[in-house]
């Protein structure tokens, strides 16, 4: 499936008298990886979740190649979006290969069975995230990392065109969190997914959007959003931020280095010395 275009204009999500999101504008090209980031609480996961439309927005309007995303039915929403949550889903009393079977399901008819062709592409999925060899495990009896490495197979299966992602690495080991990002990104598709590692967002996604407060306040290319004044100023920490030149890209990667001695800033305030 071809990569989707996607576009927020004038987003304002209110829950109970309360500003989730206000006047969010952006859009993302085919085919890009866009990382949300932004402090606890920010407004990343409620975003996601009006892509998702797991929320609608008060006002404003969400596209996805040119059509309002609230005028999709559901079965051809499911066979454009994927998404991968925060929330495990644990009440799935299946094996690990029905799981992410559960992926063609937009693809199907009701009651269709699962043809070769099917069981070839869950399997490719299952080697992609390294888990051949748990397939016949049940779902419920896996690790954290490897559940979330299932939802993301499931995803893969589904075959979007705009894979979103709510922090899709916070269970995953080291290695995983590589493997798995790079993955997203080799599938050609457009993905938008938050982050808390802001290291892996500045060498993983193509722009970065921050969030701090349920309002955008950067949004541009790793290069240009990740900086030691940002840090400071959205998530209160002091920080040296290195370019560095990667071999495989052509730009620059912003690299940041905590200074874990120094105190913490407020708000880019910084706190006084004992
Ligand atoms: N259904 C709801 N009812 C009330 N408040 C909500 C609801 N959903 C989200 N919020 C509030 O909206 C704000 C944004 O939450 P959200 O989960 O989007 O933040 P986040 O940036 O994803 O945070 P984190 O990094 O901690 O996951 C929070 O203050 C949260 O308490």
Do not use: W
């Amino acid at each position: 499936m071809a990569a989707a275009q996607v576009s927020v204009s004038n987003l304002h999500l209110v829950i109970n008298n309360k500003s989730i999101l206000t006047d969010m504008s952006f859009s993302i090209e085919q085919g890009r990886f866009l990382g949300l980031i932004g402090p606890n609480g920010a407004g990343k996961s409620s975003l996601l979740r009006c892509l998702y439309r797991f929320q609608a927005p008060t006002s404003g309007a969400i596209t996805i190649d040119g059509k309002n995303i609230a005028e999709f039915n559901r079965q051809d929403y499911a066979r454009k979006v994927a998404a991968v949550l925060q929330e495990i889903p644990s009440q799935f009393n299946l094996g690990v290969f029905d799981v992410v079977a559960m992926g063609l399901t937009p693809h199907k008819s009701l009651f269709a069975s699962v043809s070769l062709r099917d069981k070839q592409a869950i399997q490719e999925a299952l080697s992609k995230v390294g888990l051949t060899h748990k397939q016949k495990q049940s779902y419920e009896s896996l690790s954290g990392g490897e559940k979330q490495r299932v939802m993301i197979a499931r995803a893969i299966v589904q075959s979007p065109s705009l894979l979103l992602m709510d922090e899709p690495t916070s269970h995953l080991d080291v290695k995983y969190q590589i493997e798995i990002m790079a993955l997203a990104k080799s599938l050609g598709i457009t993905v938008v997914a938050s982050f808390h590692d802001l290291n892996l967002a500045a060498a993983i996604c193509d722009s970065i959007l921050v969030v701090d407060k349920g309002k955008l306040v950067a949004h541009g290319s790793p290069q240009n959003v990740v900086s030691s004044s940002m840090l400071a100023q959205v998530f209160g920490v002091n920080a040296d931020v290195t370019l560095q030149q990667c071999a495989k890209r052509e730009h620059v990667i912003p690299h940041i280095r905590y200074q874990y001695q120094q105190p913490a800033i407020h708000r880019g305030i910084p706190r006084s010395q004992p």
